[in-house]
């Protein structure tokens, strides 16, 4: 089975900066792509970023609430990706989930435990 573990949720102030990590068990070329999501209270579960992988090259996107305040980042050496938050907002508070793409015959993704992520105003 597939594992992936958060790191790095905790509470953080408006405008302050938080680094999340997601390690992962296998090493990150045996995946598709990569992702990180989101869940506040009674809100749907939502992407935040996504890297799609396309040979040894990883393409970046953003959810419009996030582009140019989060980072997303691989350590292909250390199996881990990386969200790095700056000037965080009140509404970025959820919990927070990594995701692991795999496309063989079929379409399987596997998540990780989540990690709580609290700005204060």
Do not use: H
């Not at 790095?8 to 990180?36: D, E, H, P």
Request: charged share 20%; net charge neutral; with cysteine.
């Amino acid at each position: 089975q597939v594992q992936l573990v958060e790191s790095g949720g905790g509470l953080v102030q408006t405008g302050g900066s938080l680094s999340l990590s997601c390690k992962v068990s296998r090493n990150i070329y045996s995946f598709t792509a990569m992702g990180w999501y989101r869940q506040a209270p009674g809100k749907r579960r939502e992407e935040v970023a996504r890297m799609i992988r396309g040979g040894r090259a990883f393409y970046q996107s953003y959810a419009p609430s996030v582009e140019g305040r989060f980072t997303i980042s691989t350590n292909i050496t250390e199996n881990t990706v990386q969200l790095r938050m700056d000037s965080m907002k009140p509404e970025d508070t959820a919990v927070y989930y990594c995701a692991a793409e795999m496309v063989e015959l079929y379409t399987e993704t596997y998540w990780g435990q989540g990690t709580q992520v609290t700005v204060s105003s």
